[in-house]
């Protein structure tokens, strides 16, 4: 990820409504939600969430596809991963102790792990 890309990434999550769009799809997994779903969650008027998404989308964090009559949204792990690594690129002067940040992983499903699955596990 390079400077401009980061800026647009940083000022799209920069609005209240926005960060909390894109926090609902982070925890929703891979899944994500249908646009219905997310305007109910968060209490947004459809065409305050449309506008807000299409800033979201703009910025490459979140994608969607059409399913029937539903548009289904999910984040870009892959971009959020991105805009974290650029973050911490340079943190503690590189120094081996600090180290770069984790890469996200959406959680596995309870009903798709294995029964042998502790609940702590991701």
Known sequence: MDTPQALAALTAL?????LAAFRALVQAGHDGLSVGALREQLGLAPATLTAH???LR?????TDEREGR???VRADYPRMDALLAYLTE????????CGPASACTPCIPRDARSPHTEDTDR
Do not use: F, M, P
């Open 14 to 18: 920069s609005h209240e409504s926005r």
């Open 90 to 97: 340079n943190c503690c002067a590189g120094a081996a102790e």
């Open 53 to 55: 998404l299409n800033v």
């Open 58 to 62: 703009a910025a490459a964090l979140v």
């Open 70 to 72: 539903v548009i289904r």
